[in-house]
């Protein structure tokens, strides 16, 4: 991501950053402790991904995405993240780690998830920028409280 026009600063973009960090962080640790033959751990690893995952995907799109949806520019940038989400959500919930070919398909996915993450926080985070005022923001901040009970968006 670019650190330079300032959407790191916006606590919700933030805190959708942080998310992304940490699946990367939890397939990574999936691959490595299948790799050493603990495929029940990277098991629970990828489950507790596939947990973030849901949660991340649902504050965006019913946030950030469902209101960059209602101009055409931003909704054919759009509907392929989305597309991208629900594959990948589909393609975790079938893996088998225990499979060769299955850790293969995984370390391709997490290639594949940084580039999408990229389209996100080089594209559409920035965007956010100048096309959302107060009431855009706090529509998007609602979505992602309501994807996440209990937790408030992050003001640090």
């Given amino acids: 991501m670019c650190h330079y026009c300032g959407c790191r600063q916006i606590p919700l973009i933030r805190d959708f950053i942080a998310e992304h960090e940490l699946v990367l962080e939890l397939g990574m ?15 629970s690893t990828v489950e ?6 849901r949660s991340h995907w649902q504050g965006e799109e019913e946030g950030i995405f ?3 949806r209602t101009d055409e520019l931003y909704r054919q940038h759009i509907d392929p993240l989305v597309d991208e989400h629900r594959e990948l959500g589909a393609l975790l919930a079938g893996l ?3 499979r060769a070919d299955d850790r293969d398909l995984l370390h391709h996915q997490m290639t594949e998830l940084r580039i999408h993450i990229s389209k996100e926080e080089d ?18 901040i609602a979505a992602w409280e309501r994807a996440h009970p209990g937790r408030t968006v992050s003001t640090r």
């Fill in 96 to 98: 088998d780690l225990g």
């Fill in 123 to 140: 594209g559409i985070f920035p965007v956010t920028l100048v096309e959302f005022s107060g009431p855009e923001w706090d529509a998007a």
């Fill in 66 to 68: 469902a209101l960059m």
């Fill in 48 to 53: 507790a991904m596939r947990a973030e995952l």
């Fill in 29 to 43: 640790r999936a691959l490595e402790q299948a790799g050493h033959g603990a495929f029940e751990q990277a098991g």
